[in-house]
């Protein structure tokens, strides 16, 4: 049984709120025990990460700064194996993802965040005065201050360092609220911190739920300069108006219910492969994931028969073990969810393709298994069509024009992102362009460049992050004029 320390001022300690378990997906076993900061202890983690601020990290150079930062992702993978078991442990997520995509991305947003703040430019402008002598702007990037970071559970240590990572490197401190669901990684980074030699009161981490817990203690408190979040929209939409109190900025990232699109040109095995991950992969429980699909009918009953062998190919077990390609969802509340929408399709009518159900897994009876799942044949105003459902499945619709792809694509409240699979060059720049989505994919999934602006439109987020683009959330932006 592990007990889950908050981390504050540097040191693990541990919470006064309310106790409650912390469940192993796979078997359902309590594995351990997170007892939740109250308010004084927010109040506290607050109070330090001010005072570092002014403290030895605000007077560091930004040269020893990024050295540390540089040092935190080393620490990372010194640890590497730990992190690992952490993190699978916690979310019950395979090794095989949790290996080559949340750990090592969950240590090189730091390298790549420190690459960032080394080349930062601002501009400058000279202007002419009455008197001739004309005067010099320029601009200068400080620190926001103390951000609160309010994390998810589907990829715990890569979603909190890509804000940990480019808030530190601004010189912020930060104040992290872990999932409820996934503490470990968390607390675990309190250990890297302190063993690079980074001061104390920089990372705090405070543990407990949202509403009436840590989360709102830390959001709702207007000593905190910035708040950064990734959850649910409806999460999102409780933080913004935490937010309005004390008029502190937000960068949201919320869900998606992304639509990917199949014209009958596309490259047929490049697309199945694709695609597939982008519906199954971590269990569908990505927000970047594909829950609607719009194919075009000649080529539909090919994609139907290629993606339910997809969906057929998922190995459940033992997550340690390489050979597993599929895990639980994160818990029992989310698998009732999930398959309440389950439910929810068989009695709309829909044509089950592949899954439909619970899984059973033999040996790991506890676990919160759930069927990769496609459908067919619900109409467009569907629940299951409409809302995230944040599971391993979607759902396969016809089209004939590219008008109408375009147009069932962008009939969503959600605006994340879009993947468009087509070998006509044209079509591709066309339909990318006119889809209304933060990140438009063309023959590709998750194809990730760190510089690149990363967010949602519509209800899935406000702001973006990602290279240049976190460093004007992280800092806030001055101009100094000097009359010459
Ligand atoms: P969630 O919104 O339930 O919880 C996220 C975090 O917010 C948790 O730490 C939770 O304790 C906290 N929280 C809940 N209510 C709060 C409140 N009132 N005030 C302050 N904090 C509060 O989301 P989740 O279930 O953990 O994650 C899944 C969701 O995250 C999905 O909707 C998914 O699409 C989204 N997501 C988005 C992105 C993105 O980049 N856009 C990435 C990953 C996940």
Redesign the pocket.
Known sequence: MTEYLNFIDGRHVAGRGPAFANHFPTTGEVIGEIRSADRDQVDEAVGAARRALKGPWGRMSLAERVGLIRKLADGINARFDEFLAAEIRDTGKPRSIASHIDIPRGAANFNVFADQVMTLATESFEMATPDGAGALNYAVRDPRGVIGV??????PLL?MTWKVAPALACGNTVVV?????TPATATLLGEVMNAVGIPPGVYNVVH????G?A??Y??QHTDVDGIT????????E??MA?AAKGVRPVSL????KNAGIIFDDADFEKTMEGIGRACFANTG????GTERIYVQRGIFDRVAEGLAAKAAAYRFGDPFDPATTMGTVISAK?RAKVLGYYDRAREGGATILAGGGAAGVKGYEGGYWVQPTVWTGLPEDSPVIRD?I?GPCTHLQPFDTEEEAIALANDSRYG?ATSIWTEGLGRAHRVARQIDVGIAWVNCWFLRDLRTP???AKA??IGREGGVHSMEFYTELRNICIKL
């Open positions: 309010i994390c998810p559970w589907n990829l979603l609220k872990p999932s409820e669901e407990g739920h949202g509403v817990s989360g709102e830390l959001t979040f990734t959850g649910e929209t409806r999460t999102g409780a933080i935490a990232e919320m869900g998606g429980q990505v927000c970047l989310h995230e944040f994340l990363f967010g949602g899935s987020g």
